[in-house]
């Protein structure tokens, strides 16, 4: 079993900056395979911040427009969101999203999801 724990968020101004991070533990982790970000805000449906695969190049849903970076640390099994310039609009809960290899003993995919930190951004 693994978890997923979010922590970073809180009340901002709009133009300001949040960083989230997201600890991943748990028994016989492999790796972290891809890892990703999303928000739901209240009365919409959950949304992709930003994914970011092994070995790969993170990409960011259309709203961020330049303004987040995700980064992942795999020697630390975290993964963390920076996020600048945050706007009303950007208030939601965030979840942090991972699928990771662990070895059960057979190695396996599981995906597992934090239970998300709260981003408010006053106008």
């Known amino acids: 079993q693994v978890q997923l724990v979010e922590s970073g968020g809180g009340t901002v101004q709009s133009g300001g900056s949040l960083r989230l991070s997201c600890t991943v533990s748990?028994?016989?982790?492999?790796?972290?395979?891809?890892a990703g970000w999303y928000r739901q805000a209240p009365g919409k449906q959950r949304e992709l911040v930003a994914r970011?695969?092994?070995?790969?190049?993170?990409n960011y849903g259309d709203f961020v427009k330049g303004r987040f970076t995700m980064s992942r640390d795999n020697a630390k099994n975290m993964v963390y969101l920076q996020m600048n310039g945050l706007k009303p609009e950007d208030t939601a809960v965030y979840y942090c999203?991972?699928?990771?290899?662990?070895?059960?003993?057979?190695?396996?995919?599981?995906?597992?999801w934090g239970k998300g930190t709260l981003v408010t951004v006053s106008s």
């Open positions: 999203n991972a699928n990771i290899l662990v070895e059960q003993p057979i190695r396996i995919d599981l995906e597992s």
């Open positions: 748990g028994k016989n982790i492999i790796k972290i395979n891809t």
């Open positions: 970011f695969p092994s070995g790969g190049v993170a």
